[in-house]
């Protein structure tokens, strides 16, 4: 039998991939879903293999979770997300930090993820219905201010007046941006604003009873300063990242792989 393991992370948008041996994350990969998620996935997969010098028969199992887990063939089986997640934090939370929470700002949806001592999931919240609070929402706005996605952390730490954005609803939000700007309101105040709003509308989310325990940030929106302080000056309190939180649901994944296998 193999001695290291592949989880597959089919999103909407990208589909993650991370290798794992002997318990360690070895290798990540993200590449855009296409319409063919099983080829997408196949070629990750020999990607993986090919860069790191393993042959696809050392792979002892792969395991597939994420919105299109259940078209990945190439997978041995597939979990749900909340499972992989909370399975990715045994590798991806800092040493000696045991979180009883894990915030995921994903591309199409965001959720909270409440853990026991032993990292399995007592309750989870999820917002799949609206964009807003989404990398999606992200992308949006900083098209509108002219923008990168990666730049909208960065400008949003100069704001000197944050403005207040009030929607909860992507599309009213997109309006209220281009009628700010219409108004030359700095484009700082406005991303600061925008990232309160979606700090306050997933805090909103939260169960009352599960704000115990450290907290942990994961998905592609983790890697966006700006929403990280706004997280922290909400909830009043330290809020941490993952490593490679983009692929945390990959490598919870991998890691469930590795017990099966």
């Known amino acids: 039998m193999g001695k290291y393991y592949i989880g597959l992370d089919g999103g909407s948008t990208y589909l993650k991939a991370a290798l794992i041996g002997n318990g360690e994350v070895i290798d990540t990969m993200v590449r855009n879903t296409g319409i063919d998620n099983d080829g997408t996935a196949r070629k990750l997969a020999r990607e993986l293999c090919d860069n790191n010098g393993i ?11 994420g919105y299109s887990r259940k078209v990945l063939e190439l997978a ?27 915030i995921d700002i994903g591309g199409q949806d965001s959720k909270i993820i409440y853990l026991d001592q032993n990292y399995a999931v007592k309750n989870f919240s999820m917002n799949d219905k609206c964009a807003a609070g989404t990398g999606k929402f992200m992308e949006v706005i900083a098209q509108i201010l002219e923008t990168t996605i990666d730049n909208v952390g960065p400008l949003s730490l100069e704001a000197k007046n ?30 600061a604003g925008m990232h309160i709003s979606m700090a306050r ?22 890697l966006n300063i700006g929403l990280h302080k706004a997280f922290e000056e909400e909830l009043m309190r330290d809020v941490y990242v993952a490593a490679y939180p983009q692929f945390n649901g990959a490598i919870g994944a991998a890691l469930i792989a590795s017990e099966r296998g």
């Open 55 to 65: 042959s696809p028969s050392e792979i002892g199992y792969i395991m597939a979770t």
């Open 162 to 191: 944050p403005c207040d954005i009030n929607s909860t609803c992507v599309v009213f939000a997109q309006s209220e941006v281009i009628s700010l700007v219409a108004r030359k309101y700095d484009r700082r105040d406005i991303l």
């Open 76 to 102: 041995d089986d597939d979990i749900s997300e909340i499972t992989a997640h909370a399975y990715g934090v045994r590798l991806t939370a800092p040493k000696d930090y045991r979180p009883g929470m894990i």
């Open 201 to 222: 509308r997933i805090v909103k989310m939260m169960k009352k009873s599960e704000k115990d325990g450290d907290i942990l940030m994961t998905g592609g929106g983790s």
